[in-house]
């Protein structure tokens, strides 16, 4: 098969368009023949190999959203049969979606409903599940509750700003200008140009923040705008000192089936919709690397793959 291969640790250079071997099921496995993948901010960090994101063994293939179809099954895979169109996200620790095919756990695959397309899906597997377990699994938050989400054009924050607005939050959200108009399109009550104004002006009127910015200088804003008691949920990190009086969490992102068919499930009812996507042929992950690795992008980024 045709895969992006990463042969080193480095810049986007070290990603080579070439030939991997395909991939077999094993027992509990279904092999999905790849139609879209996705770009995470975790690709670029991986491909960089710093602390955690070490590799010991290349060529490796990056990529944990895809979707596609099943066209080969392991031994007991009863719940899927070849030709259905799935989706879903790379087991924790796994990798491998930047491929024309990849073997996969059936039990954390989803049934891909015909509304939406290959694309769609493969940009909302890990930012759904990211958001889903943030705002709804960690952070508990309830209508009537106010807010902050940290870089509200990316792609787990623009989920979670409608996620919020769906649950009956009002949502602040934090964004350059130009991507103010797409926050606003998702619900944001407000949108801060963190670029013309210290967002945490605002003061603590926040019993949620959402911080998928990092860095500590963003961090220590973050807990300036909590109210006492309030709850900071993190997927992004910064190494400054906490604040006493609220809770410092960081999600435990399982990649399941239930939090994958929550997900349809919103979306079936029209309380969320996909990204805004930009498409990129697989031999171009390269670009894709450099535009993910800027960090202004708006929604997603996805390949073609066939
Ligand atoms: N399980 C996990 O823990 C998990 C899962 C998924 C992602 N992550 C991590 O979460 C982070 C976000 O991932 P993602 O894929 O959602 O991000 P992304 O799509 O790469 O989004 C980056 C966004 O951040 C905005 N931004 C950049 N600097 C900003 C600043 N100073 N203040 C406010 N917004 C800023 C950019 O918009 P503007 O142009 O408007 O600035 C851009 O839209 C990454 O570090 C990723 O590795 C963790």
Not at 9 to 16: A, R, V
Not at 83 to 91: K, Q
Not at 93 to 116: D, F, Q, R, W
Not at 223 to 251: M, N, S
């Amino acid at each position: 098969m045709k895969a992006v291969l990463l042969t080193n640790h480095g810049g986007s250079e070290m990603l080579s368009y070439g030939e991997a071997a395909d991939p077999v099921a094993g027992a509990g496995e279904v092999v999905v023949d790849i139609h879209a993948a996705s770009v995470n901010g975790a690709d670029y960090k991986v491909r960089r190999g710093k602390g955690r994101y070490l590799l010991n063994k290349f060529p490796h293939i990056l990529g944990r959203d895809f979707s596609g179809v099943v066209s080969a099954l392991g031994a007991g895979v009863s719940d899927f049969k070849t030709g259905d169109a799935v989706f879903g996200v790379t087991d924790v620790g796994l990798e491998g979606a930047y491929a024309e095919k990849i073997a996969i756990k059936a039990a954390i695959v989803a049934k891909k409903p015909a509304s939406l397309s290959h694309t769609q899906a493969a940009a909302l597997g890990l930012i759904s599940l990211t958001a889903l377990t943030a705002i709804e699994d960690t952070a508990h938050l309830k209508a009537g509750q106010t807010i902050l989400i940290q870089g509200g054009a990316g792609g787990v924050a623009g989920f979670a700003v409608q996620l919020a607005k769906h649950l009956g939050a009002t949502v602040i959200a934090t964004a350059s200008a130009g991507n103010h108009p797409y926050v606003r399109g998702l619900g944001a009550d407000r949108v801060i140009d963190y670029n013309a104004e210290d967002f945490f002006a605002i003061g603590p009127v926040c019993d949620v923040v959402f911080d998928t910015v990092g860095g500590d200088s963003v961090r220590a804003g973050c807990y300036k705008v909590l109210k006492p008691g309030g709850r900071l949920v993190w997927i992004a990190p910064a190494e400054g000192p906490a604040r006493a009086d609220v809770e410092t969490l960081r999600p435990d992102v399982k990649r399941d089936r239930a939090h994958l068919e929550r997900m349809l499930a919103l979306l079936a009812a029209g309380a969320v919709k996909p990204p805004a996507i930009t498409r990129y042929k697989l031999a171009d992950a390269g670009e894709a690397h450099r535009v993910s690795e800027a960090r202004h992008l708006q929604g997603k980024l996805v390949f073609d793959v066939r």
